[in-house]
């Protein structure tokens, strides 16, 4: 990772997070770092996206589009598109170069965790409807291929391993 986040001491990474915690009106509940780590996406309970530089701690670009508060963020495996997960019931796709949304999904309830396959084609999802849901070709459909079912409770994150 090229980012510089004085790992030498507590302190001073201390200080990098109060740092991005600072910039969003209320409190930060996920961030993802790019492949490259070049730049850190952060979410939380303000409903903005914010893409940072991750050397500079600049904020790079604010992204608004969710109703509630963001509950997961997660950047693709090429670092070329992000996916966000809200209570507003929303998972949504966005161009990491051009900061706009690509695609929205709707969901049956609000959603706590949304992730990228290693490919980027499809996408996992995980929320208060005790389900996991996997959007396959995500770009060209709306529609859920597979359903995981069998919770008792909500779902709390989702993950792919990382070759798929």
């Known amino acids: 990772m090229n980012a510089n986040w004085g790992s ?12 991005f915690c600072g910039r969003h009106l209320e409190g930060i509940i996920s961030v993802s770092f790019s492949p490259d780590g070049s730049k850190v996406a952060t979410g939380g309970c303000d409903k903005i996206v914010k893409v940072w530089d991750s050397t500079s701690m600049n904020e790079i670009k604010s992204l608004s589009g969710h109703n509630y508060q ?22 949504k796709v966005w161009d990491a170069e051009t900061y706009k949304v690509i695609k929205t999904l709707a969901y049956p309830g609000y959603v706590l965790s949304a992730c990228f396959s290693s490919d980027g084609l499809s996408i996992l999802t995980v929320g208060g409807d005790k389900d996991a849901k996997l959007f396959k070709n995500y770009e060209n459909s709306d529609e859920e291929i597979i359903v995981f079912r069998g919770h008792t409770g909500s779902v709390n994150a989702a993950c792919f391993s990382h070759d798929g």
């Open 70 to 91: 963001i509950n997961s963020i997660c950047f693709s495996a090429d670092g070329r598109k992000i996916v966000t997960a809200s209570h507003d019931c929303k998972v």
């Open 8 to 19: 030498s001491s507590a302190t001073a990474l201390e200080a990098s997070v109060n740092k």
